[in-house]
């Protein structure tokens, strides 16, 4: 059965400090990995990875693939307490069915 | 604002009863997908629509039905209620079959009793 597991599922740091959260999955006929920001409400959409071994960079967020170890990391460098929220990874098969992690929450503290 | 809307934002029904929610998508996206968040399960994919046909179908339950209409707005029914479908249902959209770049609605929070 695919499924996507996110880990740490809860996290606090101070402000400044910088962070990884981690994405592991086991899905059949890969097509690419999601990250989304969710807050009060509705999940942003942060980056999509195809590509193993190539960063994708917005301002302090970046994110990695690693396809033969089937993971990805999400890294947030000089947090704020904007960046306080539930950080969601899905993977995407090749039949467009999209599984989700149970995300991991994010709490900076000022 | 995403730009993708949905009605109701708050719905309250009884067990057994069956509800309409209602999606309508960015300008010219063509695909609409739904989803259901509760606390114990997280985000699930239900279902893909893409210019009125489905494409992609995830953990949908066969109480539940949705369609897309020509003018290429969504609608998910939910029949037969149980205290367990109690959760945020969100629409979101897509500008091609692709759902790598997704806007997701503000959700429709629906509470069975």
């Known amino acids: 059965e695919d499924k996507v597991v996110q880990s740490p599922l809860s996290l606090v740091v101070h402000e400044g400090d910088t962070v990884t959260l981690n994405c592991s999955y086991e899905?059949?006929?890969?097509?690419?990995l999601l990250w989304y920001k969710q807050e009060k409400k509705a999940p942003t959409f942060l980056f999509m990875l195809t590509s193993s071994g190539i960063e994708k960079k917005s301002g302090r967020l970046s994110s990695i693939l690693d396809k033969k170890e089937l993971f990805s990391i999400l890294n947030i460098t000089a947090t704020q307490t904007g960046d306080s929220a539930v950080y969601l990874c899905?993977?995407?098969?090749?039949?467009?069915?999209?599984?989700f992690g149970k995300g991991t929450r994010l709490h900076i503290l000022p | 604002d995403s730009g993708v809307t949905q009605t109701p934002k708050h719905l309250i029904t009884a067990t057994g009863q069956r509800v309409t929610l209602r999606c309508s998508p960015r300008?010219?996206?063509?695909?609409v997908y739904w989803y259901q968040q509760s606390l114990d399960q997280g985000l699930q994919f239900l279902i893909q629509?893409?210019?009125?046909?489905?494409?992609a179908k995830g953990n949908i339950l066969e109480r539940f039905s949705a369609q897309q209409f020509p003018d290429l707005h969504s609608e998910l029914n939910l029949s037969s209620l149980e205290l367990g479908d109690s959760a945020l249902y969100f629409c979101a959209s897509s500008v091609g079959i692709s759902p790598d770049t997704q806007y997701f609605g503000p959700g429709t929070r629906l509470t069975v009793l």
């Open positions: 629509y893409y210019n009125g046909e489905e494409r």
């Open positions: 899905v059949t006929n890969f097509r690419s």
């Open positions: 300008s010219g996206d063509l695909s």
């Open positions: 899905a993977v995407v098969n090749r039949d467009d069915k999209i599984i």
